[in-house]
């Protein structure tokens, strides 16, 4: 009963690193999101796989790619980290043919870049 | 432009003192409207979702309703365990990347004992 499952939970990385934000689902959902959230910003949307297969562009995608691995697992990475792109990131999940519930979050992981 | 206001961005109570916490929203055709809270350190967790003016859902001692505008979250003579955020998000009715939720910025809840 895990849900939307993201890993790590913390991280700090030096100006100009990499890293790849991990986020896996359980629950069969089609669509799956990355998030970022920034006080007074609310949650702003970077990428989005509609289905397996598919990725697209959401409202902040600069500096970030994606890759839908199957089903279950959607990654983000961060390819030169910058200290703006220190915020907390946020995976989610949802079905977008019943969508009843909208989505469901994983926990986040909070990124700090220095 | 689509999109949704959340007020006030911070409330505070105190124990047992109702209240309402207000989203409006201008969108070109509904779909859905969605309520979360998130709990500090936390993922949203989802609360309601409303498809039409009028309706209603309630949950323990929160109370969600909708008109052609605005949804409204009202909130019972509520508990410390209620301080969160409640964030209000949209689904609109195309296909897409149109279907996406938009999320206001929060209202940050805070009840005294």
């Known amino acids: 009963n895990a849900g939307v499952t993201q890993t790590p939970k913390f991280q700090v990385l030096k100006t100009g690193q990499s890293m790849t934000l991990q986020c896996a689902q359980d629950?069969?959902?089609?669509?799956m999101y990355w998030y970022r959230q920034d006080p007074g910003m609310g949650l702003r949307l970077i990428y989005y796989?509609?289905?397996?297969?598919?990725?697209d562009k959401g409202e902040v995608p600069n500096g970030y790619n994606v890759s839908r691995l199957n089903k279950r697992e959607f990654s983000l990475r961060l390819e030169s980290a910058a200290p703006s792109q220190t915020s907390v990131y946020f995976c989610?999940?949802?079905?977008?043919?019943?969508?009843?519930?909208?989505?469901?979050f994983g926990s986040g992981t909070r990124l700090t870049v220095v | 432009e689509d999109q949704v206001t959340q007020s006030p961005e911070a409330l505070r109570l105190q124990e047992g003192e109702s209240s309402s916490l207000n989203c409006s929203y201008t969108v070109s055709g509904l779909r859905g409207l969605f309520w979360y809270r998130q709990d500090p350190g936390k993922g949203p967790e989802f609360l309601f979702t409303l498809y039409s003016a009028g309706e209603e859902k309630e949950k323990e001692r929160l109370k969600a309703t909708l008109t052609k505008k605005e949804s409204f979250l009202h909130i019972t003579a509520p508990k410390p365990e209620d301080s969160a955020t409640y964030l209000c998000a949209v689904q609109r009715n195309y296909g897409g990347s149109q279907g996406n939720l938009i999320f206001g910025k929060g209202t940050k809840l805070s009840v005294k004992p």
């Open positions: 796989s509609a289905s397996e297969g598919t990725t």
């Open positions: 629950m069969n959902h089609n669509s």
């Open positions: 989610a999940s949802s079905d977008r043919v019943q969508n009843n519930y909208g989505y469901t």
